[in-house]
């Protein structure tokens, strides 16, 4: 059975960091891409950043600048460096794998960003 466990959300200042990090794992393979969703209160899920298996990466133009996607083949894992963060970074993040069997989501990990 694939799981998706995030880890490093929480409570943060505006202008601090955070780290998230989404670990897969139970006969996950063949993945392509990694990546980063958010939702906030009232709002559709939006993507934040996704990351070819190959390590290319495209991000929001929300983030560009100051949020870091990168991946582990090896141990199947994605990061989310978050830097300079804002109040309108405030949501809950969710890890989504795209494999050849469908896709998979984890089960999100709230971030609040205080002003």
């Known amino acids: 059975q694939v799981q998706l466990v995030e880890s490093g959300g929480g409570l943060v200042q505006a202008g601090g960091s955070l780290r998230l990090s989404c670990a897969a794992s139970g006969g996950i393979f063949s993945i392509n891409a990694m990546g980063w969703y958010r939702q906030a209160p009232g709002k559709q899920r939006e993507v934040v950043a996704v990351v070819s298996s190959g390590g290319y990466a495209v991000y929001a133009d929300s983030v560009k600048g100051r949020f870091t996607i990168s991946r582990d083949n090896a141990k199947n894992t994605v990061h989310l460096q978050m830097n300079s963060l804002k109040p309108e970074d405030t949501a809950v993040y969710y890890c989504?794998?795209?494999?050849?069997?469908?896709?998979?989501w984890g089960q999100g990990t709230q971030v609040t960003v205080s002003s």
């Open positions: 989504k794998v795209t494999t050849l069997r469908g896709d998979y």
